[in-house]
């Protein structure tokens, strides 16, 4: 997004008042919200935001469904389709606990699924909606840092996954040259 008084420069957040986006010459942060500056002047001569009688409004950035998303917020959310519920909390996404169906074979493994996609899709609009966000920097911050974690844990599991393996081929084979065999089948007591 571009700053609206600046076109030239991209924008850092939008005003809590209007909503328009602003760059670091025309943000003023204000009680750890930012605003424009046409606002803050209209704020200051009257006493009151423009369109309010003496309403501090709430921050535009991710505050509830009705807060625009960005075009720069739009896209795929790695974080939600890798970390999905666990995701969902950190977000405030509560749709995403439908995952934790996946603890339930078959049907549950597909609608697991179904909602770690629908996350990856929708995850970055819904995450700017449900959770209060400083800045549009500050949100994609957090989103990599997400994805990052989602990346670490999929990688770990990976590498857990090749260690069992190699660990059970090992057995079989040392197994195999002691003279085992399949001998151990005579230890099993139904057959």
């Known amino acids: 997004m571009k700053c609206a ?3 030239d420069i991209e924008a850092l957040g939008a005003c809590c008042n209007c909503g328009s986006f602003v760059c670091p010459e025309c943000k003023v942060d204000l009680g750890g919200h930012i605003y424009c500056n046409r606002c803050l002047e209209v704020l ?13 409004a709430p ?3 991710g505050m509830g469904e009705g807060s625009p998303v960005p075009e720069d917020i739009k896209g795929w959310s790695w974080g939600g389709f890798l970390l999905t519920w666990i995701w969902g909390i950190g977000n405030n996404v509560w749709i995403a606990l439908i995952a934790l169906l996946g603890l339930i074979p078959y049907v549950g493994w597909i609608a697991s699924l179904a909602m770690s996609i629908v996350l ?10 449900h959770k209060k966000w400083e800045s549009i920097e500050h949100f ?9 974690w989602g990346l670490a844990i999929l990688l770990a599991y990976i590498v857990i996954m090749i260690c069992l393996v190699v660990l059970a081929i090992s057995l079989y084979m040392i197994a195999q040259t002691a003279g085992i065999g399949d001998s151990w089948k005579d230890y099993i007591p139904w057959q």
Do not use: D, M
């Open 120 to 129: 990856g899709i929708k995850g970055s609009e819904w995450a700017w909606q």
């Open 140 to 148: 994609k911050k957090v989103q990599r840092s997400w994805a990052w």
């Open 5 to 7: 008084v600046h076109p």
């Open 59 to 61: 921050c535009a950035p």
């Open 44 to 56: 200051l001569k009257t006493g009151s935001w423009p369109g309010q009688t003496n309403i501090v």
